[in-house]
């Protein structure tokens, strides 16, 4: 079951077991006990009666104790796998392939998760108890098997019935919490488009009823797997139920299962009835467990395994210098199919070469390839076909994270995290205000040990918070994707007329992802693409427009800011 094997991994196994065998003792003392209430109901007036209430007491507390202590140690362990498989399956996350992620979608990672996730945490949380539970069941067993035999010979053939019947059940419970499963991925897809088209919807009654109408119908058809599934398991519960009072009505008002022992009968039925509670609550546990194992398969099928480390999460060799780095493809390829329209799109191949210090303008229509080949330049996709080299070595599974670790980027579907996340200088603080103010955001943003007092602006401010993070990162190489997309006049001649030839003043290479035509003269270099294809590679011929040189209105010219001015010079920050 993949439910034990997130246990051994993530659980300490001497600790496991010494649960289980407390959680046994447990069991067993619930058995003693009852073997004493038997005991004492046909021990009245007689002198022994004071000897089995000291033993009952000792036992009462014996059994309490190794009962609290095994669920202590049970729901300390299962807390701690929880916690670790949620962090693990991150991890793992993170470290499956690029292109893996983007093709299963955000709503069906979020619904790994959360819901995948919430599943096999209920999962854990149950096994205390079921470990206490299945020791009093067998200890009763045992109980029974001393007290008669012959009885117990029927209990068993009810309970082979029982779990025969149950486990076919079982089955057709499973299938349906799979079909459920499965459209809860669509579920989440809808949750995406009610948090994120909020605006497109409230706009358009029409549009809005009509998402309203698939949303409905989505949740309604996983309610109907669900609750089918549940009823299945309520079903097979309910039966098992039955079958011990079917046997209770044997023993009782049956003359062939009778036996002659009055007091080994009365003790038998006593156990069977006391049976009955613990039993009923593992068998309520099968559904929540079903689920998990449902829950595990899915998270195995996002090729994001818990067993297995993934090669794209190795550390790197460490080996990479940060410093005069010349990138180059070389016949490098990439593709990817489009599942909905089984459309396809091959980018490359490839040869190109960017030379340290370079600022490199890639252009080119939408869909042409531009962000799929700044992807490939980073690392996030591997190459198909071909290599990427950084100072003549070849860039693999064994040192590309070491590779991505060059870069800074703002993507255009950039995600700004609440925190300076990876930077520990001590004056992390201060140069974070002075860039808040360059970027005319102090007096909407404050920055407190690293932490972004809200992220509740608009597109470009976003953007531009985005930027001074990767600013901050200082790494050799910088990309940017459409990063003045969002933003005003102002702020557009600020980022290609001041940051770029500071950023080059710096000696850090630079590849912009830009329509702006106008601005190109900023550059070294442009680079072109067209439907995957390089078309054109050419240095930029025109002269720097001469506002690359000049202040820039409405804007501190970072350059020109005095020393003792609160605004820093970008280009005074530490390399």
């Known amino acids: 079951m993949e439910l034990i094997q997130v246990l051994k991994r993530y659980a300490n196994t001497r600790v496991a077991a010494l649960a289980a065998v407390l959680g046994a003792v447990g069991g067993a003392t619930s058995t003693a006990l009852l073997w004493l209430t038997n005991l004492a109901l046909h021990a009245a007036g007689s002198p022994r009666l ?300 490839i040869d190109l070469a960017i030379e340290p210090g370079e600022i490199v303008f890639l252009v080119g229509g939408n869909g042409s390839g531009k962000t799929t080949l700044a992807k490939l330049l980073i690392g996030l996709y591997p190459p198909e076909e071909g290599e990427i080299l950084l100072e003549g070595k070849a860039i693999g599974n064994e040192n590309r994270a070491a590779y991505r670790e060059l870069f800074s980027t703002v993507f255009s579907d950039f995600f700004l995290f609440e925190s300076l996340l990876g930077l520990d200088a001590p004056d992390l603080d201060d140069k974070a205000r002075q860039y808040l103010a360059t970027l005319q955001l102090k007096h909407k943003v404050r920055v407190q040990d690293g932490k972004f007092s809200t992220t509740e602006l608009s597109q470009g401010q976003r953007k531009r918070l985005a930027l001074l993070a990767s600013y901050l990162e200082d790494s050799p190489i910088f990309v940017f994707d459409e990063w003045a997309a969002d933003q005003d006049p102002e702020f557009k001649r600020f980022f290609y007329y001041q940051l770029l030839p500071e950023l080059k003043a710096r000696g850090k290479t630079v590849l912009v992802i830009s329509h702006d035509d106008r601005y190109y003269e900023v550059g070294d270099r442009i680079v072109k693409l067209d439907y995957g294809k390089l078309i054109y590679d050419q240095p930029v011929a025109k002269p720097p427009h001469p506002e690359a040189a000049s202040a820039v209105p409405a804007v501190p010219a970072v350059s020109a800011v005095p020393a003792a001015s609160a605004v820093p010079a970008v280009s005074a920050v530490p390399a």
Request: glycine share 8%.
């Open 50 to 349: 004071f000897r089995l209430g000291l033993i009952f007491a000792a036992v009462c507390l014996v059994g309490a104790g190794t009962r609290y202590l095994s669920s202590a140690l049970l729901v300390d362990l299962g807390g701690r796998a929880a916690r670790d498989l949620q962090v693990d399956l991150s991890r793992r996350i993170l470290a499956a392939p690029m292109r893996r992620l983007e093709e299963l979608g955000s709503h069906r990672l979020m619904a790994s998760l959360t819901d995948d996730i919430m599943a096999v945490t209920e999962a854990l949380s149950l096994i205390p108890l079921m470990f206490v539970n299945a020791a009093v069941v067998a200890g009763c067993i045992v109980a029974m098997w001393l007290l008669s035999w012959k009885l117990m010979m029927g209990v068993l053939a009810a309970m082979v019935v029982g779990i025969s019947t149950y486990r076919a059940a079982m089955q057709a419970g499973i299938r349906r919490q799979r079909l459920a499963r499965a459209t809860e991925d669509d579920l989440f897809g809808h949750f995406r488009g009610v948090t994120q088209g909020t605006k497109e919807l409230k706009t358009r009654h029409r549009r809005r009823e009509h998402f309203l109408s698939l949303l409905w119908t989505t949740a309604d058809t996983a309610r109907k797997y669900r609750v089918s599934a549940m009823k299945v398991f309520l079903a097979a519960a309910g039966w098992g139920n039955l079958l011990f009072f079917v046997v209770i009505g044997l023993i009782l008002f049956v003359p062939l299962f009778q036996v002659r022992d009055v007091m080994a009968t009365s003790g038998f039925v006593l156990v069977l009835v006391y049976m009955m509670a613990p039993l009923q609550a593992l068998l309520n546990s099968f559904p929540s467990l079903t689920r998990s194992t449902v829950a595990m398969r899915h998270i195995e099928r996002l090729g994001t395994s818990l067993l297995d480390r993934a090669a794209d999460d190795a550390p790197g060799d460490g080996s990479l210098r940060r410093g005069g780095l010349r990138l180059q493809l070389a016949g490098v390829t990439h593709s990817y199919t489009n599942h909905d329209d089984g459309s396809s799109f091959v980018l490359g191949p």
